[in-house]
């Protein structure tokens, strides 16, 4: 099993940054793929951006790509969700996401789950 961890998040105005960790526990961090998802009050958790276990391919959601980007460091156990250009509709509680299969990942089916950490932008 993994545990994984969430920091970062905070109050900011649109327009601003911040960059959200996610540490994982254990000692085969690098065998997962990972990602980030978000809720919104009243929304369904939604896709936010993936990163494969090497790290080469990252995946975005439309309303974020551009902007947020994606990266991990297999050596600190650690994946970051860089956050620029932020808008209002960015609130949300951030959650990471871990699985082998990719493909659950990015439908929101990840194996382990963070217990998220929130993300207010101010207009």
């Known amino acids: 099993q993994v545990q994984l961890v969430e920091s970062g998040g905070g109050l900011v105005q649109a327009g601003g940054s911040l960059r959200l960790s996610c540490a994982a526990s254990?000692?085969?961090?690098?065998?997962?793929?990972m990602g980030w998802f978000r809720q919104a009050p009243g929304k369904e958790r939604e896709f936010v951006a993936s990163i494969t276990r090497s790290g080469n391919t990252p995946g975005y959601a439309d309303s974020v790509k551009g902007r947020f980007t994606i990266s991990r460091d297999n050596a600190k156990n650690t994946v970051y969700l860089q956050m620029n250009s932020l808008k209002p509709e960015d609130t949300a509680v951030y959650y990471c996401a871990a699985d082998f299969a990719l493909g659950s990942l990015r439908l929101g089916r990840g194996d382990y789950w963070g217990q998220g950490t929130q993300v207010t932008v101010s207009s």
């Open positions: 254990g000692r085969t961090f690098s065998s997962y793929n």
